[in-house]
Nanobody, 116 residues
Framework: QVQLVESGGGLVQPGGSLRLSCAASSIFSINSMGWYRQAPGKQRDLVALITRGGDTNYGDSVKGRFTISSDNVKNTVYLQMNNLKPEDTAVYYC???????????WGQGTQVTVSS
């Protein structure tokens, strides 16, 4: 019912930038979209989230470096990641919450690697 397509991951040097995109296809209203990340052997953690109304929430480790934005017409969310650090290396997953369906949906994940 909801499909998420992510793009924009890759390899970048420390201090560099990347921009992730996630496009959602849904006939239902999406209440919020966000990005989570999971490094090997670690739990999946919130990176950033944005509601349909534009409210945002960030994980402590990315505040001041990452910016989430959205285009509600296109049902697309973006994550601008600046000043990347090796500890940002992880698989980044897009998430969409659909309250009308009482569930959320996940993308397939995109790898972000920060290394010199």
């Amino acid at each position: 019912q909801v499909q998420l397509v992510e793009s924009g991951g890759g390899l970048v040097q420390p201090g560099g930038s990347l921009r992730l995109s996630c496009a959602a296809s849904s006939i239902f209203s999406i209440n919020s979209m966000g990005w989570y990340r999971q490094a090997p052997g670690k739990q999946r953690d919130l990176v950033a989230l944005i509601t349909r109304g534009g409210d945002t929430n960030y994980g402590d480790s990315v505040k001041g470096r990452f910016t989430i934005s959205s285009d509600n017409v296109k049902n697309t969310v973006y994550l601008q990641m600046n000043n990347l650090k090796p500890e940002d290396t992880a698989v980044y997953y897009c998430n969409a919450l659909v309250l009308d369906l009482g569930t959320d949906y996940w993308g397939q994940g995109t790898q972000v690697t920060v290394s010199s």
